[in-house]
């Protein structure tokens, strides 16, 4: 226990924890956007917050989302941890700096780390929170009708202070009664502060991911020169470009929707 103790406590063990935490991360933003993009239905908001509901009332997803608050905070431990041994490893800058070959964004982890850490802050503070905590998160009443598929939506307020989502039937009527958190998203989405701070912490989300994931590879020694071209690939077109613009798509769509 002691050997495994000294192990982690090392640099490389903090590394390799970084490297560990890091990848599930990444996995989660998958994950993450693939829900979000439902703010993009058609559909007066009924895919995400059903989607919203799901992931705050299914026993074994609320135990994934314990584990990944917990895999942010010690990712960002271990990252400061790292960070302040390096510079107490060297406390006074070269005289001449070197020409490395490090790109940008893998000198700039810390500074890139940080604005995700503060943005995460606000993003839970403002969608996680108030919904699972708070009144401040109205609710909607979505009648479909199961034979024609026709829909209607009207705003709902519940007797019950605890009320949290329910469905029903009416003959062929399906009636459901659930939080509004779509609603929250489009009225942030709107404000042109809340939309600035999302798409330069996506720009920063990039520039992390664009050495961070291939990094954590090379941290565990999963490197080989026939699979390398794939892991850059990977980790630039899909985590550096693509998620990144994703995410960075849902609040400029409603913020110009907003404008209408």
């Not at 559909?43 to 026993?59: C, E, K, Q, R, V």
């Not at 850490?117 to 009443?141: A, Q, R």
């Not at 998620?243 to 769509?253: E, H, K, N, S, Y």
């Amino acid at each position: 226990m002691s050997e495994l103790k000294q192990t982690f406590n090392s640099s490389l063990g903090k590394k390799l924890i970084m490297a560990l935490t890091g990848l599930f991360l990444s996995l989660f933003l998958i994950v993450h956007l693939g829900g979000n993009l439902l703010l993009f239905s058609n559909d007066n908001g009924y895919s995400f917050n059903m989607y919203a509901n799901f992931l705050t009332h299914f026993p074994p997803i609320e135990v994934i989302a314990w584990l990944l608050y917990a895999t942010i905070i010690i990712h960002a431990i271990y990252a400061l941890l790292l960070t302040i041994k390096n510079r107490q490893a060297r406390p006074v800058g070269y005289a001449v700096t070197p020409k490395a070959p490090a790109s940008w964004s893998s000198k700039n982890m810390g500074l890139l780390g940080s604005i995700l850490f503060l943005f995460i802050v606000i993003h839970m503070g403002d969608f996680w929170y108030k919904y699972k905590y708070t009144h401040s998160v109205g609710f909607k009443e979505y009648r479909t009708n199961l034979s024609t598929g026709e829909r209607t939506v009207n705003d709902f307020t519940p007797q019950k202070e605890d009320f949290e989502h329910s469905q029903t039937f009416d003959g062929d009527v399906e009636i459901v009664k659930v939080k509004d958190l779509h609603t929250k998203v489009a009225e942030s989405f709107s404000m042109p502060v809340y939309v600035i701070i999302y798409v330069i912490a996506m720009i920063a989300l990039s520039y992390h991911l664009l050495h961070g994931f291939q990094s954590a590879f090379r941290t565990l020694g999963w490197v080989h020169r026939k699979y390398l071209p794939i892991i850059q690939f990977i980790g630039t077109w899909l985590f550096a470009v693509i998620i990144p613009l994703g995410f960075a798509a849902m609040p400029i769509v409603y913020f110009i929707q907003s404008l209408k």
